[in-house]
């Protein structure tokens, strides 16, 4: 028999991991990690519910921790099968799960010392030396090209437009009565006509069930400039001679960040000299993005080709070092600080939203997705504070949104990639969105003419 088990991104949008399952053949699509608060995250340290060494395959559909966040343990775990994915999700998946794994050695460390963890004795989820060897699996499939996994059983990419390299998925297979079937697995879907990335394309073949993402299935960004509305906000704070920080995920957000920091530029609005990429793997990810070629959009390679290329090593000052990130702190001048993580739970944004955050003057500018429990979303929601480190800080300083720099598609552009699938599909699952999106954008698609969407819980199987 044929069965597709939801693991994860189940009423949240993290953690995403689907098991498929034919005869004896066992793929996993996405390994991701659990984001958010201290509940949420206490997933990452379950078991897997199968046998890492049972299972045959992994393909990714990006490199966000989200999808691939698990994968070292899940190697360390006895799991020794390939792990597919784009040719240039290997290389920012490198850099991603490298990072998490000395972050984590680094938190654990500061805990253990600190005594703040619940934990005497904390430990990484994984450390950088398992990352290694989890990436030591990786195998590139090129876009579109259509890749045998196991005899009889196909996988395609194509591109999803959410991140360099991520990609939807059509894995084709016989059903448990021998017909050929195939599913469709969309990612993460992007923007349309956003800069940097090529357009979300739809797979080739219509599939026979579709397994849709619903991260802003209930709602519509606004329809406004992201330059001028980041414009608005940094001559405002830069009036009252304050700081302005972008918690800004590595990849992905902050160099659409750096592209409308330059416009700023262009502008007259902004000098560069006052703009810090402060995130030693945001920088090393810029540089694989300006490498990227013909996965950029021809407006980019347009500015590139004049010299005004928006991702150069030359354009912004680079923090490259700790002592060159603590030199901040001591700044009074006004500065825009774009630093990772996103949704503000690690990495040096933490340390100048401790430093910042009471500060009337600062403002942080939130761009993407803030999932429930993490420190974005507690500001987003109103917080007077947060805890940081073990200490309770207040929140003095402005909070602002700017929902049009998320990478991820709003209701309509998930219904428009939806709409040019090339045929409809027969069953609809959608995962990674909290619940209240997922019914949103369930009842958008019944007007659709799909049929009623299935919500599944982490656990629920359903014959292939």
Partial sequence: MAHVTFLGACGTVTGSATLVEWSGFRLLVDCGMFQGGDEIEARNWLPFPF?????????????????????????????????????????????????????????????RKAGYSRHADPQPLFTERDAKVALERLEPVPFHARREIAPGITLRLARAGHLLGAANLEIAGKDGGGKRRTWCFSGDVGRYGVPILHDPEPPEAAPDAL????????????????????????????????????PAFA?????DLLFHLSQLVDRGVLDDSDVFLDSPMAIRATEIYRQAGPELDEELRDLAARGDNPLAADRFRRCRSVDDSKELNDRREPAVVVASSGM???????????????????????????????????????ADSVSIHGRRIPVGARIHQIPGLSAHGDRAELVRWTREL?????????????????????????????????????GDSVPW
Avoid: W
Avoid at 436 to 447: C, N, Q, S
């Fill in 51 to 111: 046998r890492p060494n049972e299972l045959d395959a992994v393909v990714l559909t990006h490199a966000h921790l989200d999808h691939t966040g698990r994968l070292p343990r899940l190697v360390a775990e006895g799991f020794s099968g390939p792990v597919y994915c784009s040719r240039a999700t290997r290389p920012l998946a490198r850099l991603v799960l490298e990072d998490a794994g000395e972050l984590q050695e680094e938190e654990a460390r500061y805990a």
């Fill in 211 to 246: 397994l849709l993402e619903s991260t802003y299935g209930d709602r519509a960004h606004p329809d406004v400039d992201p330059t001028e509305a980041l414009g608005r906000i940094v001559a405002e704070t830069f009036d009252r001679g304050g700081f302005v920080l972008i």
């Fill in 251 to 255: 990849l992905g957000r902050t160099q």
């Fill in 344 to 382: 503000m739970t690690g990495g040096r944004i933490v340390h100048h939203l401790a430093r910042r955050l009471p500060d009337p003057e600062t403002a942080v500018v939130v761009v993407g997705f803030q999932a429930a429990g993490t420190r974005g979303r507690a500001l987003l929601e109103g």
């Fill in 422 to 458: 090339p045929g409809r599909p027969r069953r609809v699952f959608l995962n990674h969105g909290e619940d209240a999106a997922r019914k949103a954008l369930a009842a958008e698609l019944v007007e659709l003419g799909l049929p009623r969407a299935a919500l599944p819980l982490g």
